[in-house]
């Protein structure tokens, strides 16, 4: 029976047109090649090729053969794919999160809970996560809003809020409260990687010049600027407060943000007995 690994050669011959050729991009020799090409006619009954004096082609049943040989190998590929992406996935719980925030909470209590598994976490925008939750990419994610799904359930998992930090000389630097439009128009320092809060931001103050800067140079530049930026509560207990700024709370509803972890029922049973606990808890 013949190999896979001769029908990807049969391909390479396809593609590059003779056997030097092929022999070069697949590291071979010129003559071992010839030999596998030979054994995959006999393997297969039937010639595969024309020959003519230092040269061969594909004739009819090559041709025929090339066409099922990308069938195969591609569908090889994809079995292969798909098993290590199903093995993975067993021992794999992936979360996605529309915010930093709740991953803080959610990432220590799986790694507690789940101590055999590997927990994989990103950002993503509000439509993929739910998307990937559809299609089983994703075992949980967190939203700022429940999932109306049925077999989904959801469940609070704490709030955040907005916060301007303005140096002590801005002119707003006294107000007790502020809206993200009394800021528009501002140049403002922005930190990477927040999802969804960069897109809230933006859209609220389509005037303002927002300079996106690295983990690593942002809290520096925060430092020595005058130009405000934001933060938020639960960052602000996280980590220490800038120096020599001033914390103003936004008042815009769409700053003010419950969080909820959305998961398919019936899946992650330990998770979801403490969601559930914390959730009575609270009431």
Not at 181 to 210: Q, Y
């Amino acid at each position: 029976m013949f190999e896979l690994n001769q029908l990807e050669q049969l391909l390479a011959f396809a593609e590059y047109g003779t056997l030097s050729a092929a022999a070069e991009h697949l590291h071979l020799s010129q003559p071992a090649l010839s030999r596998s090409m030979r054994r995959l006619e006999m393997d297969l009954s039937v010639p595969l090729f024309d020959h003519a004096k230092n040269k061969i082609a594909l004739n009819e049943n090559g041709e025929l053969a090339v066409k099922y040989a990308e069938q195969i190998v591609r569908e090889a590929k994809e079995m292969k794919e798909s098993l290590v992406a199903h093995e993975r996935a067993r021992h794999t719980i992936f979360l996605g999160s529309c915010a930093p925030a709740p991953l803080w909470t959610l990432l220590p209590n799986l790694s507690a809970l789940y101590p055999d598994m590997t927990i994989t976490s990103e950002i993503r925008g509000l439509d993929t996560l739910q998307e990937k939750l559809l299609d089983k990419t994703y075992q949980l994610i967190a939203l700022p809003y429940p999932i109306e799904e049925p077999g989904f359930a959801s469940q609070e998992i704490g709030e955040e809020h907005l916060y301007f930090t303005l140096p002590s000389a801005h002119p707003l630097a006294e107000k007790k409260s502020l809206h993200l439009a009394d800021l528009n128009g501002e140049t403002m320092l922005l930190r990477p990687n927040l999802g969804f809060w960069t897109d809230i931001v933006k859209k609220a103050m389509p005037d303002t010049s927002f300079l996106t800067q690295d983990e690593n140079a942002f809290d520096e530049l925060v430092r020595f600027s005058v130009l405000p930026t934001f933060a938020t509560d639960l960052a602000l207990q996280r980590y220490n407060p800038p120096e020599g700024r001033v914390i103003v709370p936004i008042e815009d509803e769409a700053v003010n943000i419950h969080y909820y972890c959305c998961y398919r029922k019936n899946t992650l049973s330990k998770l979801t007995k403490l969601l559930q606990a914390k959730g009575k808890s609270k009431n």
